[in-house]
């Protein structure tokens, strides 16, 4: 059973700069939330796609964009990067979007870490 | 007030002690909780999920009090490997699937 996998696992881009980071969920999950997480902080939410849509969006600027497959897998795009940007970046997945306690269990990828210089 | 409270710690405890930690939320419409553990440098890994009252696995349990709104965790006969940052993540509530998560609390179990 294949758990979430994340690709790349360490970037290092410039400022000003474009990244790509992409995302296949668990097996069997639908559903795919990209966060930030910044040394010593808790994960920031950044968006989360569901049948191709975003459903959800935290308060990050448009800079931040994603897209989701029909295979499920996942983007995120990060434009005019910052050094801000700085930091690892999490991929989780989770099956469906019902009202049952259990679609709201999220497993996480390795994440990406990515530096900004 | 911050949605989701932790005590950030460090709770450093000695190999066998039982060591518990508390998470007060502020959003009453929340009906989902979790514990994950986060390593150093590693991404979070789902410890348990809290739907009813409580929940035991092992050594770790977890409760839910509604009423006040927290959720605790409590780790008995704690191990090294215990050692780790602990979060705790509540859903927005409703229709609303986003998970709001705790800044964590370090632990440390020193031999």
């Known amino acids: 059973d294949a758990g979430v996998t994340q690709s790349p696992t360490h970037l290092i881009k410039t400022r000003g700069q474009q990244v790509t980071l992409r995302c296949s969920p668990k097996s069997g999950h639908d559903t795919v939330s990209w966060y930030q997480q910044a040394l010593g902080q808790g994960p920031q939410f950044i968006f989360q796609y569901y049948e191709e849509e975003e459903r959800q969006r935290g308060n990050f600027p448009d800079r931040f964009s994603g897209h989701q497959f029909p295979n499920y897998s996942s983007e995120l795009n990060v434009n005019a990067l910052l050094l801000g940007d700085s930091a690892l970046y999490l991929c989780?997945?989770?099956?469906?979007?019902?009202?049952?306690?259990?679609?709201?269990?999220?497993?996480f990828g390795p994440g990406t870490r990515l530096t900004v210089t | 007030r911050k949605e989701v409270e932790q005590d950030p710690g460090p709770f450093n405890v000695p190999e066998g002690a039982t060591v518990a930690f508390n998470c007060t939320y502020s959003?009453?419409?929340?009906?989902?909780f979790f514990w994950y553990r986060q390593d150093c440098r590693k991404e979070p890994k789902l410890l348990m999920s809290v739907y009813s009252s409580g929940n035991e696995d092992g050594r770790f349990t977890a409760q839910l009090n509604r009423a006040s709104q927290y959720i605790s965790l409590l780790i008995r006969d704690s191990k090294l490997s215990d050692s780790a940052t602990y979060l705790c993540v509540v859903n927005r509530g409703g229709n609303n699937r986003k998970l709001i998560w705790g800044l964590g609390t370090s632990l440390a179990v020193n031999p």
């Open positions: 959003n009453s419409a929340s009906q989902s």
């Open positions: 989780a997945s989770a099956n469906g979007q019902g009202a049952a306690p259990s679609s709201y269990e999220q497993y």
